[in-house]
């Protein structure tokens, strides 16, 4: 009876226990991902303010008159302390106010009175902010089941002549500049035979299958991008798999390769594939600047490179807190979806 | 609607010549394990492999010798390319043929290994190699220099447009393309190649120096590698440059560009110099080293640095891609490599709009795909290099 009892103790205890310290792991990578965020955000604050010299003088250029440098830097507040300059700028951006941007601040400094119609960093944001996202989803839903099935493919066929062309072809493609990869597109599908427009023009109110349609290019270019990695990480996941003597007991029973990868080894490799997958779509940030410049695509990334080239730094901080922070987030998922999705951790004995 | 359903149907015949291949192979070869093991997915993509080599080789025969050259126009590029792939493909074969007849045992033995691949890729980096380091003798202009025909067509055919003086044409601005783009080897490939070597230097020394020393060090070091980490590598080279462009300008901002590359860079290197240094110093000779009362420069340049250049040779060779890349991708968006310097970014960005006349004067929209593949064509090959190093080195069957 004791011991019975203590058995079911023991029993009931045990998976608690584990789910408890997967909690755990999962509370330690979150509060790591705000720290890091933190962090980076004081980071790309000092990037700016933390050289000598006189930022508003060095922005104005040798022509600027005193008044207009004085305006911008009591505009700016340039003329506080740093910290307190942080303080007000991080304050800011957790409650969505991401200051305004230089080039109205300018605007309305030449003109000499400010009219308060200026449109805020955050405005200019959000709506691209919206289709930057757009782009995203697009690729991730042509990209994921397109590499993970050349992923599994592959694995399944290795050292064949189809594996060895996925393997060149993927190769070449993660080695060449996403904008060559874009204009091959659009010479092949939007110039040489007229199937998809070349140009992104997206505004407000379209039709959904005009949106897509205009949306396809881009998210395709970006699709080689990151289904090369994406299919090569499966790959190389898969055949590791593949090595462990139950895949061997499951093959010498008799049954169907394809039966042998979808039914034994891919629940083991699904971690390894969900972690791939995760940091790819991370992987997109840096790839959605450049194709959004090529397809003229109203998204975020060419708002970053337009404000990079006027120098309006309010925007270029906003704009790399947010890359920042979808990149730390996207690592964060990643990690924590393959701690969640290990079986030896979900089935406890 | 009728494209989707030529699709179909043509997805539908390969299947049924998939089945019948299959089919056809089991009664002809009496049931020989090949053909009755082979899955129907095997054979449906024997059938699909076909279809595309049979309408690669007819598209190629019709534009090269049946249909008249204005509707062959639009196959340009296609023919272009397979025979691109037909040259280098030879060239490779030869070149390997070489270098297994010529040279030390050594070398010969290297190249009998080499898959053509990696002989591909040996070729080409010694051929950019040769074009970087001689462009001033090879080229037939400057690269500033500015001609009275602007928009000269490439192929230098007077009749298209083109000028037998300048064979791949002229910008805009009147500048000859060939030889924007062989000193575009010496700018572009030189750049990155000094902005992989500060990187190294950085990263490699203070790797080993965190590794040697532990304590505070390793870890302040390596904390503050952490956080640098964490923000995209090209996004945070924008932030930089942004700065840096309030006060700097033209070449300043260039070599600005090239410091901020190397600071973001030689963080990736300090991950791998500390890790392969930290494996190397808990080695009886390191031990043995410090007992001699060897100082740490010695220790880190004598002792770690030999038994290190393995794994850093291959990272050299992907950092320096990804540097090309990420340095081709600024001067595209027009904050990188700055004019007067001729650069391959710079000229995609430049004339890309050439693209567009592409479906009725092919000749006109090849200027800026060949920057562009000039790029593509370097990394390739690296690319292609680095993974037989690392293929042979790990000594890996699959």
């Given at each position: 009876m004791g011991e019975a009892a203590a058995n079911l103790i023991l029993h009931e205890k045990k998976p608690t226990g584990i789910l408890d310290s997967v909690l755990k792991i999962i509370a330690q990578r979150l509060a790591l991902g705000l720290l890091t965020l933190f962090i980076v955000s004081i980071v790309i604050f000092a990037a700016v303010n933390l050289l000598p010299g006189d930022f508003a003088q060095a922005i104005l250029g040798q022509g600027a008159t005193p008044e207009a440098v004085e305006a911008i830097r009591t505009d700016l507040g340039l003329d506080?302390?740093?910290?307190?300059?942080?303080?007000?700028?991080?304050?800011?951006?957790?409650?969505?106010?991401?200051?305004?941007?230089?080039?109205?601040?300018?605007?309305?400094?030449?003109?000499?009175?400010?009219?308060?119609?200026?449109?805020?960093?955050?405005?200019?944001?959000?709506?691209?902010?919206?289709?930057?996202?757009?782009?995203?989803?697009?690729?991730?839903?042509?990209?994921?089941?397109?590499?993970?099935?050349?992923?599994?493919?592959?694995?399944?066929?290795?050292?064949?002549i189809f594996d060895r062309a996925t393997n060149i072809l993927t190769l070449s493609s993660i080695s060449s500049p996403e904008f060559f990869l874009a204009y091959v597109l659009i010479l092949f599908l939007a110039v040489l035979n007229p199937w998809l427009p070349s140009l992104s023009n997206i505004y407000d109110g379209m039709a959904f299958s005009d949106r897509l349609e205009k949306t396809l290019l881009p998210a395709l270019t970006l699709t080689l991008v990151v289904t090369a990695h994406m299919m090569r990480m499966t790959r190389a996941a898969i055949i590791n798999l593949l090595a462990s003597p139950y895949i061997e007991m499951a093959r010498l029973k008799g049954i169907n390769p394809m039966r042998v990868i979808v039914k034994h080894a891919l629940p083991n490799a699904l971690a390894p594939i969900i972690n791939v997958v995760a940091l790819n779509l991370a992987y997109l940030i840096t790839g959605v600047v450049v194709v959004e410049v090529v397809f003229v695509y109203p998204g975020i990334g060419q708002l970053f490179v337009d404000s990079v080239k006027i120098r309006d730094i309010p925007v270029v901080q906003a704009c790399c807190l947010i890359f920042a922070a979808a990149y730390i987030l996207l690592n964060l998922t990643a990690d924590i979806l393959s701690i969640v999705s290990n079986p030896r951790l979900r089935h406890p004995k | 609607m009728s494209g989707l359903m030529t699709?179909?149907?043509?997805?539908?015949?390969?299947?049924?010549?998939?089945?019948?291949?299959?089919?056809?192979?089991?009664?002809?070869?009496?049931?020989?394990?090949?053909?009755?093991?082979?899955?129907?997915?095997?054979?449906?993509?024997?059938?699909?492999?076909?279809?595309?080599?049979?309408?690669?080789?007819?598209?190629?025969?019709?534009?090269?010798?049946?249909?008249?050259?204005?509707?062959?126009?639009?196959?340009?590029?296609?023919?272009?390319?397979?025979?691109g792939f037909i040259l280098f493909a030879v060239l490779a074969f030869l070149f390997r043929l070489l270098g297994r007849a010529v040279g030390t045992a050594g070398s010969r033995k290297l190249f009998r290994?080499?898959?053509?691949?990696?002989?591909?890729?040996?070729?080409?980096?010694?051929?950019?190699?040769?074009?970087?380091?001689?462009?001033?003798?090879?080229?037939?202009?400057?690269q500033e220099q500015v001609f009275a025909q602007a928009n000269v067509v490439p192929g230098g055919n007077p009749a298209l447009g083109g000028d037998p003086a300048f064979p791949l044409g002229t910008d805009q601005i009147g500048r000859?393309?060939?030889?924007?783009?062989?000193?575009?080897?010496?700018?572009?490939?030189?750049?990155a190649f000094v902005t992989t070597m500060i990187a190294f230097l950085l990263g490699g020394s203070l790797g080993f120096l965190a590794a040697t020393l532990r304590g505070w060090v390793d870890q302040s070091l390596s904390r503050l590698v952490d956080v640098l980490m964490a923000i995209p590598a090209l996004i945070f080279a924008l932030l930089l440059i942004t700065v840096a462009s309030a006060w700097v300008?033209?070449?300043?901002?260039?070599?600005?560009?090239?410091?901020?590359?190397?600071?973001?860079?030689?963080?990736?290197?300090?991950?791998?110099?500390?890790?392969?240094?930290?494996?190397?110093?808990?080695?009886?000779?390191?031990?043995?080293?410090?007992?001699?009362?060897?100082?740490?420069?010695?220790?880190?340049?004598?002792?770690?640095?030999?038994?290190?250049?393995?794994?850093?040779?291959?990272?050299f060779g992907l950092r320096f891609c990804f540097v090309f890349l990420t340095i081709s991708s600024l001067s595209f968006l027009g904050v990188g490599i700055q004019p007067p310097l001729a650069d391959w970014g710079t000229m995609v960005k430049d004339m890309s709009s050439f693209i567009n006349y592409a479906a009725f004067a092919p000749q006109v929209s090849s200027a800026p795909l060949l920057a562009a593949g000039a790029i593509a064509l370097l990394t390739v090959a690296v690319n292609f290099v680095v993974d037989w190093m690392l293929h042979r080195s790990s000594g890996l069957k699959e």
């Open positions: 506080q302390h740093p910290v307190k300059r942080y303080m007000q700028w991080l304050g800011g951006a957790l409650q969505g106010d991401l200051g305004s941007s230089f080039a109205q601040a300018n605007f309305a400094s030449f003109v000499g009175e400010d009219s308060g119609v200026r449109t805020s960093v955050a405005q200019q944001i959000a709506p691209r902010f919206a289709n930057t996202m757009f782009l995203a989803g697009v690729t991730a839903a042509i990209a994921v089941p397109f590499a993970v099935t050349l992923g599994i493919l592959a694995a399944l066929y290795r050292n064949s | 699709f179909l149907i043509a997805l539908a015949a390969i299947a049924a010549a998939g089945w019948a291949f299959r089919f056809t192979g089991q009664k002809v070869t009496g049931n020989a394990p090949r053909f009755r093991d082979m899955a129907f997915a095997v054979a449906f993509g024997y059938a699909l492999g076909t279809a595309v080599l049979i309408w690669a080789v007819w598209t190629y025969v019709q534009a090269q010798f049946i249909l008249p050259e204005a509707e062959a126009n639009k196959y340009f590029y296609f023919v272009t390319a397979i025979h290994q080499m898959p053509l691949t990696a002989s591909f890729g040996v070729l080409v980096i010694l051929l950019y190699t040769f074009f970087a380091i001689f462009a001033a003798w090879l080229a037939p202009h400057g000859d393309i060939l030889s924007r783009l062989i000193y575009g080897a010496q700018n572009t490939v030189g750049i300008k033209g070449t300043g901002l260039t070599i600005a560009m090239v410091l901020i590359m190397a600071l973001i860079d030689s963080t990736r290197v300090f991950r791998l110099a500390r890790a392969v240094g930290m494996n190397i110093v808990v080695m009886d000779y390191i031990e043995a080293a410090k007992l001699r009362g060897e100082n740490l420069r010695y220790i880190v340049f004598r002792e770690i640095l030999p038994n290190a250049t393995a794994p850093l040779l291959a990272e």
